[in-house]
């Protein structure tokens, strides 16, 4: 029987196995991850569509102070990539220039490769003097290398890395992305699975036009943080049918170094649900939050786990609103704020 992950903070806390060496005495202790569920650690929601789940994204993800491997870890699944073309005509993250694109893939690769079920998104924003076509020649040398580490796969042929996921069609749900369901007869055996176990997904804000790899965003951007008029163009937003994905950070342009330039859950707590914002409670079922992307993640990872635990249900209530009753977005326990639904004392 499998048990939903809620990714609370006390999970995150105490689901990681210790490892002590027989020296006890002198020995340091260290932790092993936890492995993640399937389907990016909710299983229950197998059936939900790409575009209807609830993403947990960092935002410039190179510029954050954790390595990628560990947002991944973190339960990130949305990376947001600033690239540049570097002196040396290589494409590089524009953050840090040391950085190349050949490790970032290595290491999403490495990641999905080791990793069963995940799903992870990839953003990519690209410096005017990069193409995608560009982008797209890096990474097939980078997915050849690690396709030939996999068995049980054909061998690898160029403009086909068998770890990407291109929409064509109707959004594929989780379970059908990763061979995920479990209503599906289970085969016991020893058998070990072979072939490419976890999906990648490439978008950009680019128009997409001979890609091999990329698919359309999946989401209407809201208004940065910071914006004086937050409120009044969510309510815009939410007028009109669409996923809509949560900018919780200040314009770029601006003085990060200033008080208001954190991630604030209070703010996009009350955007969500007040009245004067998007009134997620009362929006039709085409109107649904799928992601949000901060700076400084880490900081914020509680709250965010906790909204993605909260949101997923609503998004998949929206989608079967034919024959499920309308679900209202459960009250957070880290943020308090008036739910508009919740009846005044007179």
């Known amino acids: 029987m499998v048990k939903l992950f809620t990714w609370s903070s006390s999970i995150l806390l105490s689901s990681a196995f210790l490892v002590v060496s027989a020296d006890r005495q ?5 932790e092993i991850p936890p492995i993640p569920l399937a389907c990016n650690n909710f299983p229950t929601y197998y059936n939900i569509p790409l575009n209807r789940f609830f993403w947990l994204g960092a935002h410039d993800a190179t510029a954050q102070e954790r390595s990628l491997t560990d947002m991944l870890i973190d339960g990130i699944r949305l990376l947001d990539l600033k690239l540049c073309s570097s002196s040396k005509d290589t494409i590089v993250a524009c953050s840090d220039s040391a950085l190349s694109l050949q490790d970032i893939s290595d290491e999403i690769f490495n990641y999905a490769r080791e990793q069963e079920e995940q799903i992870i998104v990839l953003n990519i924003n690209l410096s005017e003097d990069l193409s995608l076509s560009q982008f797209e020649e ?25 770890f990407i996921y291109k929409k064509d069609g109707a959004w594929e749900t989780l379970g059908e992305l990763v061979n995920v369901d479990p209503e599906m007869p289970q085969w016991e055996g020893d058998g070990e699975l072979v072939g490419v176990r976890s999906r990648i997904i490439l978008t950009t804000p680019r128009k997409l036009s001979n890609t091999a790899y990329f698919s359309p965003k999946f989401w209407r951007p809201s208004p940065k943080q910071d914006a004086s008029d937050l409120n009044d163009q969510i309510y ?10 949560i900018e919780g950070y200040v314009d770029p342009s601006k003085d990060k170094r200033a008080s208001n330039s954190t991630f604030d859950a209070t703010l996009w707590e009350n955007t969500i649900i007040s009245r004067k914002g998007c009134d997620i409670d ?11 992307q901060v700076d400084d993640y880490y900081s914020h990872l509680e709250y965010l786990h906790e909204l993605q635990t909260r949101m997923i249900p609503v998004n998949f209530a929206k989608l079967k609103q034919g024959s499920l009753k309308k679900r209202k977005i459960e009250p957070s326990k880290l943020v308090k704020v008036h739910h508009p639904h919740d009846r005044d004392e007179l």
């Not at 002198?26 to 260290?30: N, Y």
């Not at 890096?138 to 068998?162: I, S």
């Open 282 to 292: 009362n929006t039709g079922a085409g109107v649904y939050f799928n992601m949000i």
């Open 138 to 162: 890096t990474w097939d040398q980078v997915c050849k290398l690690h396709t030939e580490r996999l068995e049980g796969v054909d061998d690898f042929v160029k403009g086909q890395c068998p």
């Open 26 to 30: 002198t020995a340091p202790v260290s």
């Open 236 to 245: 815009k937003l939410c007028k009109t049918p669409g996923a809509i994905g």
